[in-house]
């Protein structure tokens, strides 16, 4: 089992940035256990389905985005701290939502893109941009 919290969102201006955090832990779980899961991040609004923003693999070697967010995101992780980062700069209004993070067991190299594959979800975190 494992559990994740995202921590970072909040209201920030149009062009500003935000950094949020997903803290994975579990009564198994260690720094070594971290790289067995690959991790994404996702957003949703009301009335919309979730929608994939970045992704990365359990070594941090391979990372995929969404083309709206390519080039301002940028997903990173550090299993010796059991956590992951998505670091967005250049916000829009059209940003807005519930950021939540996702992790699945998955080959050390695998990218996982699709929100059915996720097995773990954390409770999600809002960003408010201003316009």
């Known amino acids: 089992q494992v559990q994740l919290v995202e921590s970072g969102g909040g209201l920030v201006q149009a062009g500003g940035s935000l950094r949020l955090s997903c803290a994975a832990s579990?009564?198994?779980?260690?720094?070594?256990?971290?790289?067995?899961?690959?991790m994404g991040w996702f957003r949703q609004t009301p009335g919309k389905e979730r929608e994939f923003v970045a992704a990365?693999?359990?070594?941090?070697?391979?990372?995929n985005y969404a083309d709206s967010v390519k080039g301002r995101f940028t997903i990173s992780r550090d299993n010796a701290k059991n956590t992951v980062y998505l670091q967005m700069n250049s916000l829009k209004p059209e940003d807005t939502a519930v950021y939540y993070c996702?992790?699945?067991?998955?080959?050390?190299?695998?990218?996982?893109?699709?929100?059915?594959?996720?097995?773990?979800w954390g409770q999600g975190t809002q960003v408010t941009v201003s316009s």
């Open positions: 996702a992790a699945d067991r998955a080959p050390w190299d695998t990218i996982v893109v699709g929100t059915s594959e996720y097995d773990y």
């Open positions: 579990g009564r198994t779980f260690s720094s070594y256990a971290m790289g067995w899961y690959a």
């Open positions: 990365i693999s359990g070594s941090g070697g391979g990372t």
